[in-house]
């Protein structure tokens, strides 16, 4: 049986994901600087925010941005949401805000959300992934 290879982005590296999946699961890591998403694996591509690092994009414009041009490079894409949407919420931030940008994430850019608590549960969630995806190449 082949191994699964994902391609990460170098910048994911500080994360500790990419060697949670080479440790724990046995992946073929290959790490890049990559145009747009932060893993690429066979048929998908998916972009990773922390909930923090999420609302600064909404704040600044850039998470539309990223996903535009993620829907536009790739047919099936994924954004993984990690940590506690709480954690931001209680923070004073209105959560009309937060789901809003969800909901036109999925609505006007088509991009199907996951959401994990932290970074060995979305390395579970790119795991299971990963053994799904259907075997095309990966870019």
Known sequence: MRRIRIVVDERERASGIPEILRKRFDLMIEMRTLDVGDYLLPSYA???KEVHDL?????????FDQAERITDAYPKTFLIV?????????????PQVYWGAISTLVINYGLQ???TSDKL?????LYALAKRAPRKLVK
């Open 82 to 94: 990690e940590g506690d949407v709480n954690s931001i919420l209680k923070r004073g931030v209105n």
């Open 46 to 48: 998916i972009e990773r």
């Open 121 to 125: 549960q979305t390395a579970n969630l």
């Open 113 to 115: 959300i996951f959401f």
């Open 55 to 63: 609302m600064r994009s909404i704040f600044n414009g850039r998470l």
